[in-house]
């Protein structure tokens, strides 16, 4: 690698306040912005450049970037062979190195814009995400989405705790279970982008439930019930494909589902940036 090229580099990560914003879709672009920061990423493991928060930072704008690439078309298999030879590249590059330094300060550089900043929306191709390190309260990572009339939101309640779906049901009868559906990648590898194609699905049950408090329900709402599922089914999320569903299914006693569809988007690097934890106070967002 080049000074010339590492400035380049550095210059596009910063330009991007690591994270890309809406709208910056363009397969070319979404395709170089991955593998810059695969190469960073690869240097970062061989030569231990930056701390945790960075390499969180850092971890999450490379899974944005390529979710945006898979969003503007390039395929799966490039990706992959672009992120090899982006480990290539960096493994050329020497550790002590003036290209080097140059990396970490500029990186280290755009990651203190994005510690500070206290929100931030992760637009997809149908839905968001919203991210909230600034207020003391409400959810800290959250996408909305309605089962008929009656709206719903997913996502994470809190800093530390596992996510959980809230939903405000009009009248009676309450559900007795929820669940959690999305593609089983252990038995179907593909993506299913194809929301009305038939896909091997697995299940995640709620592990219970209780009253939602007034800062969680969903805007509008007086009263709902929040569900909570277990920890890894974030994870499990973070997985999937940036443009496929996932549902959150409600059951009742007379077997009828009501079903709540969602978009799994850029929730990986969403949940990255709120385990930031709270923003320093007094700050905007950034437009």
């Known amino acids: 690698m080049t000074i010339g090229a590492t400035r380049l580099l550095a210059n596009a990560l910063v330009a991007a306040g690591l994270l890309l914003a809406p709208g910056a879709a363009a397969a070319s672009d979404a395709a170089a912005l991955f593998r810059e920061r695969t190469v960073v ?5 061989r030569c231990g450049l930056f701390g945790e928060g960075v390499a969180t930072a850092l971890g999450a704008a490379a899974v944005q970037a390529r979710n945006a690439a898979l969003r503007a078309g390039i395929d799966r298999s490039a990706l992959d062979q672009a992120a090899r030879a982006a480990t290539q590249q960096a493994a050329r590059l020497a550790c002590a190195s003036e290209d080097a330094r140059l990396i970490r300060a500029r990186v280290e550089h755009a990651f203190d814009g994005w510690l500070r900043t206290p929100r931030l929306t992760f637009t997809g191709d149908r839905a968001e995400w919203r991210a909230e390190r600034g207020s003391p309260r409400g959810w800290r990572l959250a996408q909305a989405s309605r ?41 179907e590898a593909r993506p299913a982008l194809d929301p009305r194609a038939r896909t091997a699905r697995r299940v995640v049950w709620a592990t219970g439930y209780r009253p939602a408090a007034a800062d969680q329900l969903p805007a509008g709402s007086r009263a709902g019930e929040i569900w909570t599922f277990p920890a890894e089914a974030m994870d499990q999320l ?11 299914e409600f ?29 320093p106070v007094g700050l905007r967002s950034p437009r």
Do not use: C, I, K
């Open 41 to 45: 990423q690869a240097l970062d493991r």
């Open 147 to 187: 089962t008929g009339a009656s709206p719903v939101v997913f996502g994470l309640p809190g800093y530390e705790t596992p996510p959980a779906a809230v939903v405000a049901f009009a009248g009676a009868p309450r559900p007795y279970a929820a669940r959690l559906s999305f593609r089983d990648t252990d038995r």
């Open 238 to 248: 973070a997985g999937l494909d940036p443009r496929e569903r996932f549902t959150v």
């Open 251 to 279: 059951l009742f006693r007379d077997d009828s589902v009501a079903r709540a569809h969602f978009e799994v988007g850029d929730v990986a690097a969403g949940r990255a940036f709120v385990s930031l934890g709270p923003a």
